[in-house]
C-alpha cells in the first residue's frame, strides 16, 4: 500500500523496504515479537531569576531503540546513528539478547488508525525565542506586583515537540508528533527577620504557545505561588497524630498516583510484588471510589495518540465502586497475563525499554458538595498541595509532603499550617474513604512520573475526597 509522507519524515530517512529489513534480522536469532522505535525530540527551554534570563538551552535527541521478545525474555539495543550498518547491528544486538527456541516470520508493514488528542496552531519550537522569553518575563513581573513581602522570583520555560515512529513483527506502522509547553514559577518571600517562605505553580499542555494567553496564563501561576508563599508567613507548625484528613481537587491527585496508581501497573502484578497482585474482582477501596486512567484527553500532559509500542490509548477502569477491575498492561505483560495492552506501554526515549505506565489517572467525582465535606469534620487537616513523596509498591505504604495545608476546626476550616507530612497505606487509606466532592478537578499540568530510572509526563485529579483516618506527621 502507498504511504502518507507523515510517515515517514525526511529526519529518518527511511522507507518501508527499511524496516521490514531491518525486523527481519531483529528476528533472525528466534523471538516471538520483535519493535523499532524510532525517535526525534527537539527541545528548548528558558530561566529567569532577580528579572534576568540566566539559563537558555536548545537540543535535539535522534536515535532508534530495537526490541525482541522470546517468551519472558527482552532483547533491548539502541543507536543514535541512524546509518543502516548500525541499525543492523543493533537488530542483531537485541535478536542476540533474547536468543530463545521461538521463532516468528514478520509480515508486511501496513499504517495504523490515526487520530489528534493535540492539534496545535504553532508548535512551540516554531515560535520565536523573543516570544517564549517573554512569558516568563510577564511570570516575573506578576509575581513581583503580588506583594511588597515578595523578594525573590525564579520562572521557567520548557519545551519540546516529539515525533516518533514505530514498525512491529506483527506489521503495525505508527507514526505520532506530539507536542509540549510548560511554564513553572516559583516564590519566595519573606516577613521582617523572619524565615522565607516558598510557593509554587505551573502548567501546561500538549499544545502551542496559545494555551498561555487563555486560563493558564503566566500571571495566573505568578499568582499563585506568590499567594502560597504569603499564606506561608502566617502558618503555623502542623500537629502529629492520626486524624481525620480532606484531600483538596486537583494536584493532591498525585498522592492516589503514588499510593494506588503504581500498584496497578501490570508489570508489578505479573511478578506478584505490588499490594494489588491476584486481588482482581476484589474490594481494595470504598464504594465511594472509581479510578480511571485515560490517555485520549484532548491537549492533557499525560495524553498521547497512541503508546510508545504504538497502541491506541484507551481509557481504562482500574478500581469501579470499590471494585479491582484490571491493570495497566504493556505488550509484554498482556503476552504473559493471557490479556489485552490498555495502550499504557511508555518509554522516556529510545534509549529505554517500554514498561506499563499511567498517563491520566484520576478518581471520578461523587456526590458530597466540599462545603459538606468541610462540615462534616470536628477536627482534621485540609491539604490543598504537594511537594513531593514516595511509595513502597510490594507493601503501598507511602509518606507525602503537604506544602498547603489548613485546620478543620468544627467544620470550618481554621489556620494555614506547615510541615505536614501523610503516612499511610495505598489500599487501606482508600478503605477510610467516607465522602467524595462533586468538584473533580485535574491538575494544571506539572506531573512528571519516575519509574526504574526513567520519566514521562502525567496528569493526576480527584475531587474533594474525606479520609477518615490517616497519620499525619508534624512537628507541633
Given at each position: 500500500m502507498s504511504f502518507t509522507d507523515s510517515f515517514f519524515p525526511r529526519k529518518f530517512g527511511l522507507s518501508t523496504a527499511d524496516l521490514e529489513s531491518y525486523l527481519s534480522v531483529a528476528l533472525s536469532h528466534g523471538g516471538d515479537y520483535a519493535d523499532l522505535y524510532f525517535e526525534y525530540v527537539a527541545t528548548s527551554s528558558l530561566g529567569i531569576d532577580e528579572g534576568i534570563v540566566k539559563s537558555a538551552s536548545q537540543g535535539v535527541s535522534l536515535g532508534v531503540g530495537v526490541r525482541v521478545l522470546?517468551?519472558?525474555?527482552?532483547?533491548?539495543?539502541?543507536?543514535?546513528?541512524?546509518?543502516?550498518?548500525?541499525?543492523?547491528?543493533?537488530?542483531?544486538?537485541?535478536?542476540?539478547?533474547?536468543?530463545?527456541?521461538?521463532?516468528?516470520?514478520?509480515?508486511?508493514?501496513?499504517?495504523?488508525?490515526?487520530?489528534?488528542?493535540?492539534?496545535?496552531?504553532?508548535?512551540?519550537?516554531?515560535?520565536?525565542?523573543?516570544?517564549?522569553?517573554?512569558?516568563?518575563?510577564?511570570?516575573?513581573?506578576?509575581?513581583?506586583?503580588?506583594?511588597?513581602?515578595?523578594?525573590?522570583?525564579?520562572?521557567?520555560y520548557a519545551d519540546n515537540v516529539r515525533e516518533i515512529l514505530i514498525a512491529t513483527s506483527e506489521g503495525k506502522l505508527s507514526y505520532d508528533r506530539q507536542p509540549m509547553a510548560r511554564v513553572n514559577v516559583t516564590v519566595l518571600a519573606r516577613q521582617g527577620e523572619g524565615s522565607p517562605q516558598e510557593g509554587y505553580a505551573g502548567g501546561g499542555g500538549r499544545m502551542g504557545l496559545e494555551v498561555f494567553e487563555s486560563d493558564k496564563s503566566p500571571e495566573r501561576y505568578a499568582r499563585e505561588a506568590a499567594r502560597q508563599a504569603i499564606m506561608q508567613l502566617d502558618a503555623i507548625d502542623a500537629p502529629a497524630g492520626e486524624m481525620t484528613v480532606v484531600l483538596g481537587p486537583g494536584w493532591p491527585g498525585v498522592l492516589l498516583h503514588e499510593a494506588v496508581g503504581h500498584g496497578l501497573e501490570a508489570d508489578f502484578n505479573r511478578k506478584g510484588v505490588s499490594a494489588f497482585s491476584n486481588r482482581i474482582g476484589q474490594k481494595v477501596a470504598s464504594e465511594l471510589c472509581t479510578v480511571i486512567d485515560d490517555g485520549t484527553m484532548a491537549h492533557r500532559r499525560g495524553s498521547i495518540n497512541m503508546d510508545d509500542e504504538g497502541n491506541p490509548t484507551q481509557q481504562n477502569v482500574l478500581i469501579e465502586k470499590g471494585i479491582l477491575r484490571g491493570y495497566l498492561q504493556d505488550n509484554l505483560s498482556s503476552r504473559l497475563m493471557g490479556g489485552a495492552s490498555t495502550g499504557s506501554g511508555r518509554r522516556e526515549s529510545y534509549q529505554h525499554v517500554p514498561m506499563p505506565r499511567m498517563t491520566n489517572t484520576f478518581m471520578l467525582a461523587g456526590d458530597s458538595t466540599p462545603e459538606e465535606i468541610i462540615r462534616s469534620v470536628p477536627k482534621g487537616l485540609y491539604c490543598v498541595n504537594f511537594s513531593g513523596g514516595s511509595v513502597d509498591i510490594t507493601s503501598g505504604n507511602f509518606v507525602f509532603s503537604a506544602s498547603e495545608c489548613y485546620e478543620i476546626e468544627n467544620g470550618r476550616l481554621g489556620r494555614p499550617v506547615r510541615g505536614a507530612s501523610l503516612i499511610g497505606n495505598g489500599p487501606e487509606a482508600m478503605k477510610y474513604v467516607s465522602m467524595v466532592g462533586n468538584d473533580l478537578k485535574l491538575d494544571e499540568g506539572i506531573g512528571v512520573c519516575g519509574k526504574e530510572g526513567q520519566s514521562v509526563p502525567v496528569g493526576v485529579g480527584i475531587p474533594t475526597v474525606r479520609i477518615d483516618q490517616m497519620t499525619v506527621g508534624g512537628v507541633a
Open positions: 522470546s517468551g519472558e525474555k527482552t532483547g533491548y539495543a539502541y543507536t543514535d546513528d541512524l546509518s543502516p550498518d548500525k541499525i543492523r547491528h543493533a537488530c542483531k544486538t537485541a535478536a542476540c539478547i533474547a536468543n530463545g527456541p521461538s521463532k516468528v516470520e514478520k509480515t508486511g508493514l501496513n499504517e495504523g488508525p490515526q487520530r489528534d488528542l493535540y492539534p496545535v496552531l504553532t508548535a512551540p519550537n516554531d515560535t520565536t525565542l523573543n516570544e517564549r522569553v517573554e512569558l516568563i518575563k510577564r511570570a516575573d513581573r506578576a509575581a513581583r506586583a503580588y506583594d511588597s513581602r515578595v523578594f525573590q522570583v525564579r520562572a521557567s
